[in-house]
């Protein structure tokens, strides 16, 4: 992790040269290699100056999500605490199954700066440009019976929610079961996998991705008039390394009042941010088409349609579309 100590000791002496000299002693390497990681740096949009007599001297960053540009935004007591980055990852959710099933601890992060084969629900492809948008996931490993892991769902909802308004000031809604909106356009989206066995749960990976510095021209044209982002809305660009931060501080805290307090808080936080109720509805779900009235989720997580006839139906997965 050279990088990353270079890093570390420029920003002791954010106003001061570092000669390389005393850098390479610091480092134990050679004074090529401090160069070599200098330009390396550059090449990653780091601003080093350098000077000849002086050494180096770190003017600006860039919006990366390295555990050293990210470390100094974090605000949690222990999620995120251990961050493992990658320019590009088939998916963030896969990498994070693999290292959990190593043994990766509650709330380790693996963040890509792009994906290649980003998954959205019921097996979708999840638009995944580099270095615009968020993409990570974080393992959880709650001590909780199996049947209780979709409300692990809900409450990732209730905190990326709620990011997003303490970041921007506006205020998005939930799509059952888990999308999250601003005005009507879809903004960011999660994708939980488990791995339990009859009475225990070994794991949950909760994954996340949030759209963020897109232009609407950006967007495929397929899913240009359903998609947003956050800049867009906002009308500025957003710093990822800050709205980061504020995400796993809310998940932090969602997640701890889910443990302490059960899931009719996390129900009843998640009814005020999805505003469902009454809501006339379309589902697909399995190849079926429903409609009807949305009446509540219920404590699983699921959703109660009232049909036509006037009987009750509980969906537990599938995808929603709200009609006038």
């Known amino acids: 992790m050279m990088d990353d100590d270079i890093l570390k000791l420029l920003r002791e002496h954010p106003s001061a040269f570092l000669s390389g000299e005393e850098l390479s002693r610091r480092l134990n390497v050679s004074r090529t290699a401090v160069w070599k990681k200098m330009n390396h740096l550059r090449s990653l949009g780091y601003e080093i100056e350098a000077s000849t007599r002086s050494g180096y001297r770190l003017i600006q960053s860039p919006d990366l999500l390295t555990s050293s540009e990210v470390k100094s935004f974090l605000k949690t007591k222990w999620m995120g605490k251990m961050i493992h980055y990658f320019p590009s990852l088939d998916s963030t959710n896969s990498k994070a199954y693999e290292l959990a099933t190593k043994g990766a ?13 980003g998954r959205g629900r019921l097996g979708r492809n999840w638009f995944s440009p580099p270095s615009l948008n968020l993409y990570l996931s974080v393992i959880l490993r709650p001590q909780i019976p199996p049947y209780q892991a979709p409300l692990i769902t809900l409450m990732a909802a209730v905190a990326t929610a709620g990011a997003i308004k303490k970041y921007s000031g506006l205020h998005p809604l939930i799509k059952w079961p888990n999308d999250i909106l601003l005005k009507g356009r879809k903004v960011a989206g999660l994708l939980n996998e488990v791995r339990s066995e009859t009475d225990r749960i ?37 710093s990822r390394k800050e709205f980061l931060s504020s995400l796993l501080q809310q998940l932090e805290e969602w997640y701890a009042i889910y443990l302490k307090e059960g899931g009719g808080v996390i129900l009843n936080a998640w009814r005020e941010k999805a505003q469902i109720k009454g809501k006339r509805v ?5 190849g079926e088409t429903l409609s009807g009235i949305a009446v509540d989720v219920d404590s699983d997580g699921a959703l109660i349609l009232k049909m036509e006839d006037g009987k009750q139906r509980r969906v537990v997965a599938g995808d929603v579309e709200y009609r006038r």
């Open 202 to 238: 070994h794991f949950v990976i909760l994954g996340i991705g949030v759209n963020l510095n897109l232009d609407e021209k950006m967007f495929p044209k397929e899913i240009r008039s359903i998609a947003t982002s956050m800049k867009r809305e906002m009308g500025q660009a957003i």
């Open 105 to 117: 601890e509650e709330g380790e992060v693996v963040i890509a700066e792009s994906q290649e084969k």
């Open 282 to 286: 379309k589902v697909t779900s399995w």
